[in-house]
Each structure stands twice: as structure tokens, then as C-alpha cells.
């Protein structure tokens, strides 16, 4: 099956600093990627959509100022928080898709937890 | 936009009943409704999905039921296991999803 990776699985920086992730499909062309915010025990909230080689759509109340996203290539898109705050702190899940593929399914990286001190 | 609303948000059975876990949508234009199963840290693993022009679709013990009329949807587990334990989602969407609250399943021995 479709395999997402995400790098790096854990991360703690201090507040005021920037963190990039990435999520790369190993071996499929991703031409849809999304990223996702997981608090604890709660569900999947949708930040935003990227599609290679154009601008995200953020959702409602997600800073695009303060997320961004950058879809470069068929198969890598990162997610850089500026600035980051304790509020920022969260396990961040990227999925991929191609829609070209006639396949429905988004298949998810492992996730990055994020801590921000 | 699309709202998905999933009920109950815990769901506790003994070892070999089964459990049905409910979801409705908002959005008349979704087309596509898959089922996930998360465990604690780790990412959601897709275990059953079904398109609008489908009404049911089984494989195993699970099972997915799709009302367009009255957008909702179900997923039904039968003969559960204590490896059934878990967060399931549903979700529903198109081009993007938007996912439901969540059902923490517990499987007694």
C-alpha cells in the first residue's frame, strides 16, 4: 500500500522559535496533501489543504501567517509553525492523496508531536 | 461546510457482541465516508470505507451502512476482540474530509 512518512516524530523547541515538518509519499505522487491537529483525545481538526505547485487553503481560524504550508513537489510538503507558543504544543498528522489515481483513500503519516516549552 | 456529528463517544462490550457506532454528515455534495481506527500516538489506519452510489459494504466482521436520504452512516463490528479497543473515526468529505468526534471502543475479555 501508499507509504507517508513524516520527519521529524517528535519535536520540542522553545517559544519565539520556528519548526519545520515534513511529509513526504514514498511512493505514490501526492498532487493533494493535508495537514491535521490532534489534541488529546480528540479528533482530527483539517488545517489545510495544498495542492502541488499552488497556494494552501486554510481553513476557518487556522493563521495562514502562522502555519505555513509549502506543497514544492509531487512528493513533499512541510508545514514550518512560526513563532511557536505552548498553545501551538499538539500531535500534527499530514495525509496525501492522488486524485488522479481514481483513489479515494488519504493515507496518513505517522504524525509529529509537537512541544513547544 | 461539512459538519459530521458521531455517536457514542465511548462504547464499552463484552468479547463477542457487537458494536455499532453512528455518524451524520451535513453536506449533500459528500461522496465519500471511511471509517478509521486509531490507537493512542499513532496514525489512523483506514479500516473500511464506502462511496455514495454504495448503501452497504462488508469485509469480515465489519460492516458499513450509508443513508444518502438521511445522511448517516454506521459502521458495525460483529464477534469483537480485545484488539478492537481503540478510537474509531468516521469521516466524510470529497476532495477533503471532515472527521467526527471520535468513539473510544473497549472490548472486555
Known amino acids: 500500500g501508499a507509504v507517508v512518512s513524516q520527519h521529524p516524530s517528535r519535536v520540542i523547541c522553545k517559544s519565539g522559535t520556528s519548526v519545520k515538518i515534513e511529509c513526504r509519499s514514498l511512493?505514490?505522487?501526492?498532487?493533494?496533501m493535508f495537514w491535521y491537529r490532534q489534541f488529546p483525545k480528540q479528533s482530527l481538526m483539517l488545517m489545510a489543504t495544498s495542492n502541488e505547485g499552488s497556494k494552501a487553503t486554510y481553513e476557518q481560524g487556522v493563521e495562514k501567517d502562522k502555519f505555513l504550508i509549502n506543497h514544492a513537489s509531487l512528493t513533499l510538503s512541510t508545514l514550518t509553525v512560526t513563532s511557536a507558543h505552548p498553545e501551538d504544543s499538539s500531535f500534527y498528522i499530514c495525509?496525501?492523496?492522488?486524485?488522479?489515481?481514481?483513489?479515494?483513500?488519504?493515507?496518513f503519516g505517522p504524525g509529529t508531536r509537537l512541544t513547544v516549552t | 461546510g461539512e459538519n459530521v456529528e458521531q455517536h457514542p463517544s465511548t462504547l464499552s462490550v463484552q468479547e463477542g457482541d457487537s458494536a455499532v457506532i453512528k455518524c451524520t454528515y451535513s453536506?449533500?455534495?459528500?461522496?465519500?465516508f471511511p471509517w478509521y481506527k486509531q490507537e493512542l500516538g499513532k496514525r489512523p489506519q483506514l479500516i473500511i470505507d464506502?462511496?455514495?452510489?454504495?448503501g452497504e459494504k462488508k469485509d469480515q466482521r465489519i460492516a458499513v451502512t450509508l443513508n444518502k436520504t438521511a445522511k448517516h452512516f454506521s459502521l458495525h463490528i460483529t464477534e469483537t476482540q480485545p484488539e478492537d479497543s481503540a478510537v474509531y473515526f468516521c469521516?466524510?468529505?470529497?476532495?477533503?474530509?471532515?472527521f467526527g468526534a471520535g468513539t473510544r471502543l473497549t472490548v472486555k475479555p
Open positions: 453536506d449533500s455534495a459528500s461522496n465519500y
Open positions: 464506502i462511496r455514495s452510489n454504495v
Open positions: 469521516a466524510a468529505g470529497g476532495g477533503d474530509m471532515r
Open positions: 511512493d505514490f505522487q501526492a498532487t493533494t
Open positions: 495525509s496525501a492523496r492522488d486524485p488522479t489515481s481514481g483513489v479515494w483513500e488519504q493515507y
